[in-house]
C-alpha cells in the first residue's frame, strides 16, 4: 500500500467515525431492498434467489434465512453476490465511504435476507391446524 493510500484510508477512517457512517443503517437498507427486489411471494420467484442462483450462493442465503443470528458476510461473499457497480451505488446512495459500505454490507445482507425468508411463508412451512 502506498503512502497517498495510507493516508487516505486514515482519512476515510477518520471521517466515518466523526460522522456516525457506520451506525446510520436506513440509506443503506432502502439501498439494499432497491436492489433485492420486492420481499418474495410464494407464486413468484424472489430476485434475491435467482441472483443467489446465478452466483452459486443458494446454500449461503439458505443459511442465512435459517439463522438467527448469522455472522457478517466475508466480503468475498458480498463481492460474490453484488457487482461492483451495485457496490458503488449503494455508496453513492448512502453517502457513505466505500469502505463503511462494505463494513455495513458485511454486517446487514444476512439480517436482510432472514428478514425476508420471515416474510416468505413458502420457506418455512406452517404447522397444522386442528380444524374439527
Same mark, same amino acid.
Given at each position: 500500500m502506498?503512502? +497517498?493510500n495510507s493516508v487516505t484510508n486514515a482519512i476515510t477512517h477518520v471521517g !466515518?467515525?466523526?460522522t456516525g457512517a457506520t451506525s446510520d443503517k436506513s440509506g443503506l437498507m432502502t439501498a439494499l431492498n432497491e436492489v +433485492?427486489?420486492? /420481499?418474495?411471494r410464494p !407464486? &413468484?420467484? @424472489?430476485k434475491l434467489e435467482k441472483r443467489a442462483q446465478a452466483m452459486g450462493m443458494i @446454500?449461503? /442465503?439458505r443459511r442465512?434465512? @435459517?439463522?438467527p443470528h448469522s455472522p457478517p458476510a466475508t466480503e468475498a461473499e458480498v463481492r460474490g453476490f453484488f457487482l461492483q457497480e451495485e457496490l458503488d451505488w449503494f455508496s453513492e446512495q448512502t453517502g457513505l465511504s466505500d469502505l463503511a459500505t462494505m463494513k455495513m454490507i458485511r454486517k446487514m445482507l444476512p439480517q436482510c435476507v &432472514? +428478514?425476508?425468508a420471515i416474510h416468505d411463508p413458502s420457506l418455512f412451512p406452517q404447522p397444522p391446524t386442528n380444524r374439527e
Open positions: 502506498t503512502f +497517498l !466515518d467515525f466523526i +433485492l427486489g420486492p /420481499i418474495p !407464486d &413468484r420467484p @424472489s @446454500s449461503t /442465503i442465512w434465512q @435459517s439463522a &432472514r +428478514l425476508r
